[in-house]
C-alpha cells in the first residue's frame, strides 16, 4: 500500500488580509515590523492619509506601497489596523491635520471589516471616535518593557498568552481613567491585561469590533533602543526604557505578540463572515 504525500498546505489555515492605516515617522519601517508579528502568509494592504506629508518617509517606497483610503479596498479584508503617530505627546487629537479624514476612514470602515485595532495614539483614537472617550497625558512618558498581567485568560484574544507576560510600552498618555471606568461597568469594554506602571493596555469591545493596544505589539526589539538614542541626539534627557537595556536590547515579548496578532485576525476574520451572513 501507498501512502500519498502529505500536502501542508491542505489543511494551512487560509491566508488573512490586513488593511494597515500608517501615520508612522519613517512610514517605510513599519512594512518590516508587521512582517515579524503577523502569522506567515498574512497579505498586508498599506495605507495612508492625504492630509499628512509624511515628510521622514521615502516618498518613492510611500508612493510604491501604500494606497489613499477607499471604501473598496477593504472589501475582501478582514481587519484595519490604525498605527502609532507623531502626535501622541499633543493632548489634543484634533491638532492632528489629517484628524478629520482618520475619523471618516475608521467610520466609513467600521463594518467593512471584522475589527479596527489600534495602537498607541492610535488605540486612543478608536477610542475616542468609538466610544468617546478622552485621553489623560501622563507626568512622564512610559518606556520601557512592562510585565504585564493577563486577567482574561479565557478570552479568545488571549488564551494563547502566558498569564504574565512581556509588553513594550512608549506613549505619554491613556484613556481617561473616569470615562473608561464606565465604559468598562457598562459592558461596552473588556480589559484584558493590566500593570500597576501602566494601568490596562490591552483593551476590546465587547463584540470584539474595536481594539485598543495602548502598548506595543507591534514593536521588533531594537525599536526602544532607537527612540533612547534619537531622543538623546535631540539633546533630551530621555530615562532609559525600563527593563530593556537600549545598549545590549532583548526581545522578551515576540511569542506572545505573535500569538496575539494571529488570534486578533482569526476573530476578525470569523466576525466577518457573520456580519455577511446577517447581511445575506
Same mark, same amino acid.
Given at each position: 500500500?501507498?501512502?500519498?504525500?502529505?500536502?501542508?498546505?491542505?489543511?494551512?489555515?487560509?491566508?488573512?488580509?490586513?488593511?494597515?492605516?500608517?501615520?508612522?515617522?519613517?512610514?517605510?519601517?513599519?512594512?518590516?515590523?508587521? %512582517? /515579524?508579528?503577523? #502569522?506567515? =502568509?498574512?497579505?498586508?494592504?498599506?495605507?495612508?492619509? +492625504?492630509?499628512? $506629508?509624511?515628510?521622514? &518617509?521615502?516618498?518613492?517606497?510611500?508612493?510604491?506601497?501604500?494606497?489613499?483610503?477607499?471604501?473598496?479596498?477593504?472589501?475582501?479584508?478582514?481587519?484595519?489596523?490604525?498605527?502609532?503617530?507623531?502626535?501622541?505627546?499633543?493632548?489634543?487629537?484634533?491638532?492632528?491635520?489629517?484628524?478629520?479624514?482618520?475619523?471618516?476612514?475608521?467610520?466609513?470602515?467600521?463594518?467593512?471589516?471584522?475589527?479596527?485595532?489600534?495602537?498607541?495614539?492610535?488605540?486612543?483614537?478608536?477610542?475616542?471616535?468609538?466610544?468617546?472617550?478622552?485621553?489623560?497625558?501622563?507626568?512622564?512618558?512610559?518606556?520601557?518593557?512592562?510585565?504585564?498581567?493577563?486577567?482574561?485568560?479565557?478570552?479568545?484574544?488571549?488564551?494563547?498568552?502566558?498569564?504574565?507576560?512581556?509588553?513594550?510600552?512608549?506613549?505619554? %498618555? /491613556?484613556?481617561? #481613567?473616569? =470615562?473608561?471606568?464606565?465604559?468598562?461597568?457598562?459592558? +461596552?469594554?473588556? $480589559?484584558?491585561?493590566? &500593570?500597576?506602571?501602566?494601568?490596562?493596555?490591552?483593551?476590546?469591545?465587547?463584540?470584539?469590533?474595536?481594539?485598543?493596544?495602548?502598548?506595543?505589539?507591534?514593536?521588533?526589539?531594537?525599536?526602544?533602543?532607537?527612540?533612547?538614542?534619537?531622543?538623546?541626539?535631540?539633546?533630551?534627557?530621555?530615562?532609559?526604557?525600563?527593563?530593556?537595556?537600549?545598549?545590549?536590547?532583548?526581545?522578551?515579548?515576540?511569542?506572545?505578540?505573535?500569538?496575539?496578532?494571529?488570534?486578533?485576525?482569526?476573530?476578525?476574520?470569523?466576525?466577518?463572515?457573520?456580519?455577511?451572513?446577517?447581511?445575506?
Amino acid at each position: 500500500m501507498t501512502t500519498a504525500p502529505l500536502d501542508p498546505a491542505a489543511d494551512a489555515p487560509p491566508a488573512r488580509r490586513l488593511a494597515v492605516l500608517n501615520l508612522m515617522p519613517q512610514a517605510e519601517v513599519y512594512l518590516d515590523y508587521m %512582517a /515579524q508579528v503577523l #502569522p506567515a =502568509g498574512t497579505d498586508v494592504r498599506w495605507l495612508r492619509v +492625504r492630509n499628512h $506629508p509624511y515628510r521622514s &518617509s521615502d516618498q518613492e517606497i510611500l508612493a510604491a506601497t501604500h494606497h489613499f483610503y477607499d471604501g473598496s479596498l477593504l472589501e475582501d479584508c478582514d481587519a484595519l489596523l490604525l498605527t502609532g503617530a507623531a502626535m501622541d505627546i499633543n493632548p489634543d487629537f484634533t491638532a492632528a491635520t489629517y484628524w478629520d479624514e482618520v475619523v471618516e476612514t475608521l467610520r466609513d470602515a467600521d463594518g467593512r471589516v471584522g475589527s479596527i485595532a489600534g495602537v498607541c495614539w492610535g488605540a486612543q483614537v478608536v477610542g475616542k471616535v468609538f466610544f468617546g472617550l478622552e485621553k489623560e497625558h501622563f507626568p512622564a512618558k512610559i518606556s520601557g518593557v512592562i510585565e504585564m498581567t493577563n486577567i482574561a485568560p479565557e478570552h479568545p484574544l488571549m488564551r494563547g498568552l502566558d498569564d504574565r507576560y512581556w509588553l513594550p510600552q512608549s506613549r505619554y %498618555a /491613556q484613556m481617561e #481613567p473616569e =470615562g473608561f471606568a464606565k465604559a468598562v461597568a457598562d459592558g +461596552r469594554l473588556v $480589559p484584558l491585561d493590566w &500593570s500597576e506602571e501602566s494601568g490596562h493596555t490591552t483593551v476590546v469591545s465587547a463584540d470584539g469590533a474595536h481594539l485598543m493596544l495602548q502598548g506595543h505589539q507591534d514593536y521588533p526589539t531594537e525599536r526602544l533602543a532607537e527612540e533612547y538614542f534619537n531622543a538623546r541626539k535631540k539633546g533630551q534627557q530621555p530615562p532609559v526604557p525600563v527593563n530593556y537595556d537600549p545598549h545590549h536590547p532583548v526581545n522578551r515579548w515576540r511569542a506572545n505578540n505573535r500569538a496575539f496578532f494571529a488570534a486578533w485576525l482569526e476573530q476578525a476574520a470569523a466576525r466577518k463572515r457573520a456580519l455577511r451572513t446577517a447581511a445575506a
